[in-house]
């Protein structure tokens, strides 16, 4: 037995710990729930009806679907290899650095930090701001604490209460994750586990409630006819192969941009035990489980709207529409409430691995 701090045997006192390192505390099971928490936000409850729109048919609508999945699966095991050969803090900065140049690596991690993640951050906080007025009217778009300034014709600037909201909430965030591991994971883990059994109470009750027989027989007895289509340009739209398969390209605009940040894991591979191994595992088990809820989303859509009431869903919510096909009077409040829920945690996934 070895006391720390103490000779060993030989004589030799043991290495101190290196307190610029990072702790390893995120096991496989605290890693998959942060890739699932970081692609689950609200993507999955408004993108469809779009998606709906570009292929014209419910067939191909799901066909959409696991196309995304196994483009996010088969980059999640490229990336998982990466991870493994350098399983160090800063994801594809470490990568691009390695690989290329230092320059690549700089102007990435400057480019995430001005741009894509924290654009990403606003634009999932305002999201949950603007769901949060269906349930608070003071909290609005329209409500300003500092009225429009015009800087142009185009351009504004001003305060308004879903704003001041949805910065009170990316603050809050940060700071808590500035606290230590133990209370950014759980937080993580608590909203995974909220926001997994919210989109999974929506597909039960879509498949097992909102199922009715106008719906079914509207989008799966021909669901490979299209109908309903926008016009992709120069009359270029679905009914033809080659409309087709650009309306495909096109709708995974929609479904990726709902599959994305799996890969957030990896700028916290530093902290994630056995890294070697579990960053890749967390990548593709979680990609796995979020792209299946997504197509059984997407099945319980169908067999409560018809495909119309999808493309034309107000405001592209389609979550919404679905529950209050359900639930008419409480359907726009649970979904709501349910998107709140998803967005907070997509939120603090996504802030998590950026202040480590």
């Known amino acids: 037995m070895h006391i720390a701090g103490k000779p060993d045997s030989a004589g030799r006192k043991p290495a101190a710990p290196n307190p610029r390192e990072f702790a390893?505390?995120?096991?496989?099971?605290?890693?998959?729930?942060?890739?699932?928490?970081?692609?689950?936000?609200?993507?999955i409850f408004i993108v469809p009806a779009e998606m709906a729109r570009y292929v014209g048919s419910a067939g191909w609508l799901l066909v959409a679907w696991g196309?995304?999945?196994?483009?996010?699966?088969?980059?999640?095991?490229?990336?998982?290899?990466?991870?493994?050969?350098?399983?160090?803090?800063?994801?594809?900065?470490?990568?691009?650095?390695?690989?290329?140049?230092?320059?690549?690596?700089?102007?990435?991690?400057?480019?995430?930090?001005?741009?894509?993640?924290?654009?990403?951050?606003?634009?999932?906080?305002?999201?949950?701001a603007r769901f949060s007025g269906v349930l608070w009217p003071l909290v609005s778009e329209e409500r300003y604490l500092i009225s429009p300034f015009h800087l142009s014709t185009h351009y504004a600037l001003s305060l308004s209460t879903a704003q001041r909201l949805a910065i009170g909430i990316i603050f809050l965030l940060t700071f808590s994750n500035?606290?230590?591991?133990?209370?950014?994971?759980?937080?993580?883990?608590?909203?995974?586990?909220?926001?997994?059994?919210?989109?999974?109470?929506?597909?039960v009750i879509g498949i097992l409630y909102g199922r009715n027989a106008a719906a079914v027989s509207s989008n799966f007895a021909a669901p490979w006819d299209r109908h309903g289509v926008d016009s992709l340009g120069r009359g270029l739209d679905a009914t033809t192969i080659f409309g087709l398969f650009v309306a495909m390209c096109l709708s995974q605009t929609g479904s990726l941009f709902s599959a994305d940040s799996w890969h957030n894991i990896a700028f916290a591979a530093a902290e994630v035990k056995k890294a070697e191994r579990n960053v890749t595992l967390a990548m593709v088990v979680g990609a796995t489980l979020v792209i299946a809820l997504y197509?059984?989303?997407?099945?319980?859509y169908l067999v409560t709207l018809p495909l119309a009431a999808i493309?034309?869903?107000?405001?592209?919510?389609?979550?919404?529409?679905?529950?209050?096909?359900?639930?008419?009077?409480?359907?726009?409040?649970?979904?709501?409430?349910?998107?709140?829920?998803?967005?907070?945690?997509?939120?603090?996934?996504?802030t998590y691995p950026s202040v480590r």
Not at 192 to 199: D, F, M, N, P, S
Not at 295 to 300: E, G, R, T, Y
Request: proline fraction near 3%.
């Open 24 to 43: 390893r505390g995120l096991n496989l099971f605290d890693s998959t729930m942060l890739v699932i928490e970081a692609m689950i936000g609200s993507g």
């Open 67 to 128: 196309v995304a999945g196994m483009l996010t699966i088969a980059g999640a095991l490229c990336y998982g290899e990466l991870s493994a050969m350098m399983p160090h803090a800063g994801g594809m900065y470490v990568y691009l650095r390695e690989a290329y140049s230092p320059l690549w690596g700089f102007l990435y991690g400057w480019t995430l930090f001005s741009v894509i993640e924290t654009g990403t951050i606003a634009a999932v906080a305002v999201a949950l």
């Open 178 to 203: 500035t606290l230590g591991l133990r209370y950014g994971k759980l937080i993580q883990n608590v909203f995974t586990v909220a926001k997994t059994c919210a989109l999974g109470g929506l597909i």
């Open 311 to 350: 493309q034309h869903a107000p405001a592209n919510r389609v979550g919404t529409a679905a529950l209050r096909a359900i639930f008419p009077t409480a359907g726009a409040s649970v979904m709501a409430a349910a998107i709140m829920i998803s967005t907070f945690g997509t939120i603090n996934a996504l």
């Open 295 to 300: 197509v059984l989303a997407n099945v319980a």
